[in-house]
């Protein structure tokens, strides 16, 4: 399979990248690194005129705290999250998403920003992101806005970009004491394959073995975008965790979810799964709480 002919451009500075894609609008694509985008060229599915690479940007290549917050560049590859002791102390479920992404060679190339920018309702990054209530810095010429990756997705292939803004940072509140996440993804075999489903599950508690007062679950695969377990969080609320409780809250979840019968497997199976991940899930992410106290 050929690449169909484009004009390849390489910015070294954001505005720089900025002004092309305000020049170029639709006819033009960021690459990063290109494990998706190279794929839909050659299938054809995308035919850009111009590719503008952003490999050589080297402010979106930096993971950094700043205060109580964490910024990921978007380019900071998937290998680079995986061997980050800042994100893994402040972030353990993006790790664990990280390490099940692709193979070596794919996590070399692959960036945070462009497994975001793609929407697939299986990527392995944004269930924890999303459960860490993260947001995404969207910039172009004229200025810069910051959306929850909640409102970000739209639907498969999906989102809140416009034609000419580059989506630059990933911002992410430290989360508050006595709070934990976890991620789970299944697929078929281990890596190189489609997730069937994935959930992440965060919760914090009020207080050392306290009361549950935050809880946010994501699910991936089971609805044409990541989507929140919203009757499970409600239900976790204000109540002691418990193993008893957990599997109570992934009933709720499989209620939440909108899976499709697929050659993966089929709609009854996939909501099944969804209530042993969530079950699975938050019993990590209170592992995670009692083991910081
Ligand atoms: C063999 C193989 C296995 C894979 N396994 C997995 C897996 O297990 N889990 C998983 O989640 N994914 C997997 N993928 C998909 C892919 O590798 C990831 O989604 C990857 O993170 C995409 O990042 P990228 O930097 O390569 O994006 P690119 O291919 O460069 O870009 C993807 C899309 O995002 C846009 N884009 C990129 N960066 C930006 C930006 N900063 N601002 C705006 N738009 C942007 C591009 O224009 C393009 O439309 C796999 C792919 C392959 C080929």
Redesign the pocket.
């Known amino acids: 399979m050929l690449l169909p002919k484009f004009d390849f451009h390489e910015p070294l500075t954001l505005p720089e990248a900025c002004q092309m894609m305000s020049e170029f609008g639709r006819k033009a ?11 839909n060229m050659k299938k054809k599915i995308v035919s850009p005129e111009h590719l503008i690479s ?1 490999s050589r940007i080297d402010e979106l290549k930096a993971a950094q705290c700043s205060g109580n917050m964490l910024k990921i560049g ?2 900071v590859t ?1 290998a680079e999250l995986t061997e980050s002791e800042l994100v893994r102390k402040n972030c353990s479920a993006l790790c664990t998403g990280a390490k ?4 070596p060679l ?1 996590r070399n ?3 945070i ?3 975001i ?2 929407a ?1 309702p ?4 944004p269930p924890s992101l999303m459960a860490y209530n993260a947001k995404v810095v969207l910039k172009k010429s004229s200025g810069e806005r910051l959306v929850l990756l909640d409102d970000f997705f739209k639907g498969p292939g999906l989102t809140e ?1 416009q034609a000419d803004e ?3 940072e990933i911002q992410i509140e430290t989360p508050p004491p006595y709070s934990g996440c976890g991620y789970i993804n299944m697929g078929i075999r281990k ?2 394959d489609c997730n069937i489903v994935n959930v992440a599950s965060f919760i914090s508690l009020d207080a050392p073995d306290g009361l549950i007062k935050t809880a946010r679950i994501i699910m991936g695969c089971v609805g044409p975008k990541h989507l929140r377990a919203c009757s499970a969080e409600t239900f976790l609320i204000g109540k002691k965790a418990s193993e008893e409780l957990f599997a109570q809250a992934g009933e709720a979840a499989m209620k939440d979810c909108s899976p499709i019968d697929d050659f993966r497997g089929s709609a009854e199976y996939k909501r099944a799964m969804v209530g042993v991940l969530t079950k699975r899930t938050l019993a990590m992410a209170y592992e995670e709480v009692r083991s910081e106290n």
């Open positions: 694509r960021p690459l990063a690194g290109g494990t998706d985008l190279m794929i952003l978007s380019c998937v099940a992404l692709g193979s794919i190339l692959a960036t920003g462009g497994n920018a793609s697939r299986a990527a392995d990054l970009l580059l989506l630059t890596a190189q």
